[in-house]
């Protein structure tokens, strides 16, 4: 079974760079499909922030395009982000998901909580 | 962007009832709707898509409809496990989540 799991800090200080690890079990993220980050923030509002793709390539939500980037390691068949210049604005929960070329989510990790604060 | 209203917000009901839940996107998007389950704690969970496909593994209790701007979930007999809150996603330009239904027991 297909499973995605995130880490990463739970508290990361202003203007500094926001980085996550999703490791996938029980499916190899260079044999198909697009390997996504959406966010929910506090209030439930959900955020498709972009994805790396089977073949290593990427595309992000232009609204975050200046300030993310995805890459992955396929050693360890995990994907990363990383976000920069982070504000209180960005403090919410990440998930890693996978996608077909629609855009349809049919795997979600458990979501990792991502506070922004000094 | 395409931006994406559901109504209510919240919504409760008592087991076995008819729920239907509401989506209203800004544009006319055809049949690119899906919509997601998430449970308290857990991983959003994909029900619907196209509008009105079931995904595998979903109970038939939970359909879909409509099409253009106007899309709504029915949960024909609600069962306890069915709180959660509901989010609509449209995958005509890019994608839109919209804020979901947060469906509690009455």
């Known amino acids: 079974e297909v499973q995605l799991q995130e880490s990463g800090p739970g508290l990361v200080k202003p203007s500094q760079s926001l980085s996550l690890t999703c490791s996938v079990t029980g499916y190899s993220i260079t044999s198909s499909y697009r390997w996504n980050w959406i966010r929910k923030f506090p209030g439930n509002k959900l955020e498709w922030m972009g994805y790396?793709?089977?073949?290593?390539?990427?595309n992000y939500n232009p609204s975050l395009k200046s300030r993310i980037s995805i890459t992955r390691d396929t050693s360890k068949n995990q994907f990363f982000l990383q976000v920069n210049s982070v504000t209180t604005e960005d403090t919410a929960t990440y998930y890693c998901?996978?996608?077909?070329?629609?855009?349809?989510?049919?795997?979600w990790g458990q979501g990792v909580m991502v506070t922004v604060s000094s | 962007d395409i931006q994406m209203t559901q109504s209510p917000s919240l919504l409760s009901a008592s087991v076995g009832d008819r729920v239907t839940l509401n989506c209203k996107a800004s544009q006319n998007i055809y049949k690119n709707l899906a919509w997601y389950q998430q449970k308290l704690g857990e991983a959003p969970k994909l029900l619907i898509y196209?509008?009105?496909s079931l995904q595998t593994g979903i109970p038939s209790r939970f359909s879909g409809s409509g099409s253009g701007t106007d899309f709504t979930l029915t949960i024909s007999s609600l069962q306890p496990e069915d709180v959660a809150t509901y989010f609509c996603q449209q995958y005509y330009s890019g994608n839109t989540f919209g804020a979901g239904t947060k469906l509690e027991l009455k």
């Open positions: 998901a996978r996608s077909g070329g629609i855009p349809l989510f049919d795997y």
């Open positions: 196209n509008a009105n």
């Open positions: 790396i793709n089977s073949a290593g390539s990427t």
